[in-house]
């Protein structure tokens, strides 16, 4: 029981801990990630994609990176050659990427729902309808999926790169005083594309997880999910492991709501609001404040 | 007013719709094209679709509605210097009082009256929605940005256990019809638009737009508000009570979100439905930042974001409508990221003339 409730947190867990940790380096760089949500979309899809007509899920997850890096860059281009606003330029990468997803299901797969099922790397939920999850056999399931241990070592990868590396050390300066980074020698505008690219790189492959583990691309499958993990981010003050120790949180609470969802004891939608609520509560500094990097969001070093 | 002034202000209001236009044509261009089609008559189709007969225009005018209130409600904000991404939730919370406030007057009450206080209703739920992140950030500085988009997740969730727990009509995910406080269609005016959502909530809507635009430019609230969004600390040493004008810009800003529930809820099928919002929120963003955040732009830049959303189910036949979602977020991100760019390339060409 308990075995299989872990496994299934960590099953939930991995999107936002793949896409949390990516949003960390773009924003420590000075980067609003409002577009993680748009990435993961992304992800998914061109997975889907590629592993549709390649027949093997190692070329989706290429793609999903190679997706989620073109939209990365059309984001750093138009933020921070062109100066446009991050947040509007965030909110407009999401419906983005809702549209190009939708236009090109439509044109490769000739549907507005989903895709066929496609090769993924799990058993997936059309094989036992999911049982497996549920049942005490979870746990060795976990590793049929390779991007699962992959997602767990995300977190403390971009741990070590953002705090033990020169590119993390240079990262966190343009993140905190771009002026005094440049005045050092710091390329400011290249650190942040490639931040940037780094997190379009690290969401998609979330996006890629789901898709690959259900076999298919569902319309808008990402479903808030890019959200949850900046939430998490935020909550964790924008410390990695911090903020995947909130998206373990989120998903142990998304775990137990599925468990109980026989007994009616806790409705679904408040199980739902929990990450929303605690991260308003988290910026209100009710339990100790959680602080952005000075330079989030500033135009222009 | 000098002549220099004069044009910065032309090129501060025709800029970004001039902009997004020709982006959105050229784009779209290309995507007709990719699919194989010819772009002259697609794009004909699509005016033909939109506004070249009464259905259509109506549909037009139907999604101009919700989105002007959207459009309006991240204006406001902008124009205080804050970013509310509440709108979804916001507008989602204003149909839902509609609704029940039209469900729990009896069916006798004298529609003016009905009206009036369904109005009311959604105005003031849409305004709690806003006050909310306007007192997170005044008194405990937390940002508008997070604050709102977390809070559309909040209201979204809620309003959703709510309609599942009881009050919908079994094995849907809406109300019943509201009993009173209906707003008649706008066939009832004019009987071309006929079968059409368009309803007479747009002229509620236009009549807010334009207590909007006199409150902003007209009286001291507006002036505060604006001062406190082109310069905060200028404005606190001038006496302004900041914490209190971004409370009040986005309590303004939530009401005239909800505000456009009406649109949905009493306007065109009497009950709220889960999900009725969704899009309309982010789509309010585009809408103010090709509208300037004024007032007047705004409706402009709505008939532009709805013909588009209407042409994309005209055109489906020949090219999917899903290209339409594409275009949208393009001509968002070509404005935000051309505007900036523009502007600067043509304050460089007027130094030019001024050293020569």
């Not at chain 1, 029981?1 to 939930?12: D, G, K, V």
């Not at chain 1, 590793?143 to 990868?157: K, Q, R, S």
């Not at chain 1, 939430?231 to 924008?238: R, S």
């Not at chain 2, 760019?341 to 304050?347: H, I």
């Given at each position: 029981m308990i075995i299989a409730f872990l496994a299934q947190t960590i099953r939930i867990a991995i999107p936002y801990l793949?896409?949390a940790?990516?949003?960390?380096?773009?924003?420590?760089?000075?980067?609003?990630?409002?577009?993680?949500?748009?990435?993961?979309?992304?992800?998914?899809?061109?997975?889907?994609?590629?592993?549709?007509?390649?027949?093997?899920?190692?070329?989706?997850?290429?793609?999903?990176?190679?997706?989620?890096?073109?939209?990365?860059?059309?984001?750093?281009?138009?933020?921070?050659?062109?100066?446009?606003?991050?947040?509007?330029?965030?909110?407009?990468?999401?419906?983005?990427?809702?549209?190009?997803?939708?236009?090109?299901?439509?044109?490769?797969?000739?549907?507005?729902?989903?895709?066929?099922?496609?090769?993924?790397?799990s058993?997936?939920v059309?094989?036992?309808g999911g049982a497996a999850a549920r049942s005490g056999s979870a746990l060795?399931g976990l590793?049929?999926n390779?991007?699962i241990?992959?997602g767990l070592?995300?977190?403390?990868?971009?741990?070590?790169?953002?705090?033990?590396?020169?590119?993390?050390?240079?990262?966190?300066?343009?993140?905190?005083?771009?002026?005094?980074?440049?005045?050092?020698?710091?390329?400011?505008?290249?650190?942040?594309?490639?931040?940037?690219?780094?997190?379009?790189?690290?969401?998609?492959?979330g996006?890629?997880y789901l898709?690959?583990d259900q076999?298919?691309?569902?319309?808008?499958?990402?479903a808030g999910r890019?959200?949850i993990a900046?939430a998490a981010?935020?909550?964790?003050?924008?410390?990695?492991?911090?903020?995947g120790v909130a998206c373990l949180f989120f998903a142990a609470a998304e775990a137990l709501q599925i468990d109980l969802q026989g007994t009616q004891a806790l409705a679904s939608q408040f199980v739902q609001m929990i990450p929303?609520?605690l991260?308003?509560?988290?910026?209100?500094?009710?339990?100790?404040?959680?602080?952005?990097?000075?330079?989030?969001?500033?135009?222009?070093? | 007013?000098?002549?220099?002034?004069?044009?910065?202000?032309?090129?501060?209001?025709?800029?970004?719709?001039?902009?997004?236009?020709?982006?959105?044509?050229?784009?779209?261009?290309?995507?007709?094209?990719?699919?194989?089609?010819?772009?002259?008559?697609?794009?004909?189709?699509?005016?033909?679709?939109?506004?070249?007969?009464?259905?259509?225009?109506?549909?037009?005018?139907?999604?101009?509605?919700?989105?002007?209130?959207?459009?309006?409600?991240?204006?406001?904000?902008?124009?205080?210097?804050?970013?509310?991404?509440?709108?979804?939730?916001?507008?989602?919370?204003?149909?839902?009082?509609?609704?029940?406030?039209?469900?729990?007057?009896?069916?006798?009450?004298?529609?003016?009256?009905?009206?009036?206080?369904?109005?009311?209703?959604?105005?003031?739920?849409?305004?709690?929605?806003?006050?909310?992140?306007?007192?997170?950030?005044?008194?405990?500085?937390?940002?508008?940005?997070?604050?709102?988009?977390?809070?559309?997740?909040?209201?979204?969730a809620?309003?959703?256990?709510?309609?599942?727990?009881?009050?919908?009509?079994?094995?849907?995910?809406?109300?019943?019809?509201?009993?009173?406080?209906?707003?008649?269609?706008?066939?009832?005016?004019?009987?071309?638009?006929?079968?059409?959502?368009?309803?007479?909530?747009?002229?509620?809507?236009?009549?807010?737009?334009?207590?909007?635009?006199?409150?902003?430019?007209?009286?001291?609230?507006?002036?505060?508000?604006?001062?406190?969004?082109?310069?905060?600390?200028?404005?606190?040493?001038?006496?302004?009570?900041?914490?209190?004008?971004?409370?009040?810009?986005?309590?303004?800003?939530?009401?005239?979100?909800?505000?456009?529930?009406?649109?949905?809820?009493?306007?065109?099928?009497?009950?709220?439905?889960?999900?009725?919002?969704?899009?309309?929120?982010?789509?309010?963003?585009?809408?103010?930042?090709?509208?300037?955040?004024?007032?007047?732009?705004?409706?402009?830049?709505?008939?532009?974001?709805?013909?588009?959303?209407?042409?994309?189910?005209?055109?489906?036949?020949?090219?999917?409508?899903?290209?339409?979602?594409?275009?949208?977020?393009?001509?968002?991100?070509?404005?935000?990221?051309?505007?900036?760019?523009?502007?600067?390339?043509?304050?460089?060409?007027?130094?030019?003339?001024?050293?020569?």
């Amino acid at each position: 029981m308990i075995i299989a409730f872990l496994a299934q947190t960590i099953r939930i867990a991995i999107p936002y801990l793949f896409a949390a940790a990516g949003g960390t380096v773009a924003e420590r760089s000075g980067i609003i990630s409002l577009t993680l949500e748009g990435f993961m979309l992304t992800g998914a899809f061109t997975a889907a994609l590629g592993s549709w007509y390649s027949g093997s899920p190692w070329v989706g997850v290429l793609c999903a990176v190679a997706g989620g890096v073109v939209f990365g860059m059309i984001h750093a281009v138009a933020t921070i050659r062109f100066r446009a606003n991050q947040v509007v330029c965030g909110v407009a990468i999401n419906l983005l990427a809702i549209g190009v997803t939708r236009f090109f299901l439509e044109l490769a797969f000739d549907s507005a729902s989903n895709s066929p099922r496609v090769p993924g790397f799990s058993a997936g939920v059309g094989a036992d309808g999911g049982a497996a999850a549920r049942s005490g056999s979870a746990l060795p399931g976990l590793f049929h999926n390779p991007l699962i241990p992959i997602g767990l070592l995300a977190i403390p990868l971009v741990a070590w790169v953002l705090y033990r590396t020169p590119f993390g050390l240079r990262v966190r300066a343009v993140g905190e005083h771009p002026e005094a980074a440049a005045t050092l020698g710091v390329p400011v505008h290249r650190v942040r594309y490639m931040a940037v690219a780094v997190s379009g790189a690290l969401a998609a492959t979330g996006g890629a997880y789901l898709a690959l583990d259900q076999h298919q691309f569902t319309d808008g499958m990402s479903a808030g999910r890019g959200f949850i993990a900046l939430a998490a981010m935020i909550l964790g003050g924008w410390d990695p492991m911090r903020a995947g120790v909130a998206c373990l949180f989120f998903a142990a609470a998304e775990a137990l709501q599925i468990d109980l969802q026989g007994t009616q004891a806790l409705a679904s939608q408040f199980v739902q609001m929990i990450p929303y609520v605690l991260t308003i509560v988290a910026l209100m500094g009710l339990v100790g404040k959680a602080v952005a990097p000075a330079a989030l969001g500033k135009e222009e070093a | 007013m000098t002549a220099v002034t004069l044009r910065a202000r032309a090129e501060e209001a025709f800029l970004p719709p001039i902009v997004a236009l020709l982006i959105a044509l050229v784009a779209g261009d290309l995507l007709i094209l990719s699919v194989g089609q010819s772009p002259a008559s697609v794009l004909a189709m699509m005016l033909q679709g939109t506004w070249g007969n009464a259905y259509g225009l109506g549909q037009v005018l139907y999604k101009t509605t919700t989105l002007i209130c959207t459009g309006l409600c991240v204006s406001v904000g902008l124009r205080a210097g804050l970013f509310n991404i509440g709108g979804e939730g916001q507008l989602a919370a204003g149909g839902f009082a509609a609704a029940l406030t039209g469900l729990a007057l009896p069916a006798a009450t004298p529609s003016v009256i009905a009206v009036a206080l369904c109005v009311l209703a959604a105005v003031a739920s849409g305004g709690f929605a806003g006050w909310v992140p306007g007192v997170l950030r005044a008194r405990f500085g937390a940002h508008e940005v997070i604050t709102t988009i977390m809070l559309n997740f909040i209201i979204l969730a809620a309003l959703n256990w709510a309609i599942s727990t009881g009050l919908r009509v079994p094995e849907t995910l809406h109300t019943h019809d509201v009993h009173a406080g209906a707003v008649a269609p706008l066939a009832s005016v004019i009987p071309a638009f006929h079968g059409s959502a368009a309803n007479l909530s747009l002229v509620i809507v236009l009549a807010a737009a334009a207590l909007t635009g006199w409150y902003l430019f007209r009286t001291r609230g507006g002036y505060d508000l604006r001062a406190v969004g082109l310069q905060p600390e200028a404005a606190e040493y001038g006496g302004v009570r900041v914490g209190r004008v971004w409370t009040r810009a986005l309590t303004l800003s939530g009401a005239l979100a909800g505000l456009g529930g009406i649109n949905f809820v009493l306007g065109y099928k009497h009950y709220y439905e889960d999900g009725f919002a969704t899009g309309y929120g982010f789509l309010g963003i585009a809408v103010a930042l090709v509208g300037r955040n004024n007032p007047w732009g705004v409706v402009l830049a709505s008939l532009f974001f709805a013909t588009l959303s209407q042409g994309g189910l005209a055109i489906n036949a020949v090219v999917p409508r899903q290209m339409v979602d594409v275009l949208q977020g393009v001509v968002i991100i070509a404005v935000a990221a051309s505007v900036p760019e523009v502007r600067r390339v043509m304050r460089f060409g007027r130094r030019g003339v001024r050293a020569r």
